[in-house]
């Protein structure tokens, strides 16, 4: 028997309890949510932050619910994102009150090695897990199962 067999079906579906920080790549600028022009300091116009268009704020929805996912199925303060699309990035930082983006990175030379290995180097603190939630005792546990909705006092 082989170590690895390829399975007959695949299950694509996300293990939301699993991420830790999830990766967003576009290969076209025009389907993301955040701009990836890197600034230019001779052009008059402005780089756009935000994508305003349909594509856009769809991509931006995607987004949000992969992150919503992950905050209920994990007991998350926050969570970091990376967005990459051809040589430049951004880095988010989500959490339930709303997301703050990075100005565009340019990824040429290491760049983009360096910020994943910051990333991975970080504490489960730093990196958003809520050292503030514990397993449920035996004790607790049983009291759990004690619930009786009847009882006034635990409505």
Not at 80 to 89: E, P, R, T, V, W
Not at 118 to 127: C, E, G, T
Not at 129 to 143: H, R, T, Y
Request: proline share 3%; charged share 25%.
């Amino acid at each position: 028997m082989a170590l690895f067999q390829k399975p007959d079906t695949v299950d694509a579906n996300n293990v939301w309890a699993w991420m830790v920080s999830p990766v967003d790549v576009v290969s076209d600028e025009a389907s993301a949510g955040f701009g990836f022009a890197l600034p230019d300091e001779t052009a008059k116009e402005q780089v756009h932050f935000l994508m305003d268009t349909d594509a856009g704020r769809h991509a931006r929805r995607q987004l949000e619910e992969c992150i919503s996912e992950m905050l209920l199925h994990q007991h998350r303060v926050h969570i970091f994102m990376l967005h990459i699309s051809q040589s430049a990035a951004r880095v988010s930082r989500w959490d339930r009150a709303g997301c703050v983006v990075s100005e565009v990175v340019d990824l040429k030379g290491r760049l983009l090695d360096d910020i994943v290995f910051r990333l991975a180097h970080l504490s489960q603190a730093d990196i958003g897990f809520d050292d503030g939630a514990k397993l449920a005792s035996p004790a607790q546990i049983e009291k759990l199962r004690q619930y009786r909705p009847e009882n006034e006092y635990l409505k």
